[in-house]
């Protein structure tokens, strides 16, 4: 069943370098806020726990399930609403950087670790081997991670729309220098241009919510995380956070599910019609060169 339209909320996040306990008590806050004003989802950042790329996540990540996505999955219980979080998993001697996507009874119905890691990251995280999406009252729902969505790294997100996506979630961590002031755009066409190019490709819906503040710790400390997150469909922007590097605020976006009528070689077939077959050739003027 789908719900026509929903409303999404992306909760740009104040998160700390290896600050657990007050990274996740300010995601029940926003998860509360966000069941508050409607939202049917709400998407956090990656890593919320001890953020991106901080060196506490080599001996302080939790295990999935464990304490941590516990702790969400309850508030997504007591709030009656989906929540899609960015978490530091520890399996063995591994760690990944991960996301999951908890359902309004508070249970774990996708868990996904992140498959284009950074060079940076790669100290911290290893590589993830599997994608996924789950079929949902709200629709089919898949998740990736922040720089799944590269322009080189685009395949991610077509496997996903392939699978039946219609909307795709990304808890992110998007970065920027520090010496950008608000009125700048940093990102220019880096995040929007693969969103639009997935939702205009198969007619599915990218959600992007990231962190803000600076980066203490690790390779990019001192560079800092400013907000704008992005809800896009193939009709172009829905909505976009603000810039604000200091302190947290929910967006909220309203989404109409696409109806994806097509399946396996339909998809091909459907491209083709479109002229949109050869995609490599169609992605992204200015999209970035790699950097976070």
């Known amino acids: ?86 978490l530091t998993e520890r399996d063995g001697d591994k760690a990944y950087n991960s996301a999951v996507l908890v359902d309004n009874q508070g249970e774990i119905i996708l868990k996904y670790r992140k498959i284009n890691v950074l060079s940076v990251g790669q100290e911290f995280y290893a590589i993830g081997d599997q994608l996924r999406v789950v079929h949902t009252p709200l629709g089919c729902i898949g998740v990736n991670i922040c720089s799944d969505n590269y322009h080189d ?19 992110s961590s998007w970065t920027s220098d520090f010496f950008y002031i608000e009125g700048q755009d940093p990102y220019g066409e880096k995040w ?54 200091f302190a947290g605020e929910l967006v909220v976006a309203e989404v109409t599910i696409p109806q994806r009528e097509e399946k396996g070689t339909e998809i091909g077939e459907m491209l083709q019609h479109k002229g949109l077959h050869l995609m490599r050739n169609i992605v992204l003027l200015g999209a970035g060169s790699g950097k976070k």
């Open 1 to 86: 069943m789908n719900m026509g339209t929903i409303k999404i909320g992306m909760g740009q996040l104040l998160v700390e370098g290896g600050e657990p306990e007050r990274n996740l008590e300010r995601a029940a806050s926003m998860i509360r806020d966000a069941a508050g004003q409607g939202c049917s989802i709400i998407v956090l950042p990656e890593t919320l726990d001890l953020a991106w790329t901080h060196p506490s996540a080599k001996n302080e990540a939790e295990p999935i399930p464990g304490p941590r996505s516990d702790f969400l999955c309850q508030v997504a219980r007591e709030q009656g609403i989906y929540v899609c979080a960015g």
């Open 153 to 171: 790294s685009l395949e991610i997100g077509h496997v996903l729309a392939r699978m039946g996506a219609q909307i795709i979630l990304s808890p």
């Open 192 to 245: 929007f241009g693969p969103y639009h190019h997935l939702a205009s490709m198969f007619n599915l819906v990218v959600v992007g919510c990231t962190s803000v503040g600076y980066i203490v710790g690790g390779p990019y400390e001192g560079k800092k995380m400013i907000g704008c997150s992005m809800a896009v469909d193939r009709n172009g922007l829905i909505i976009q956070g603000q810039y604000n590097e």
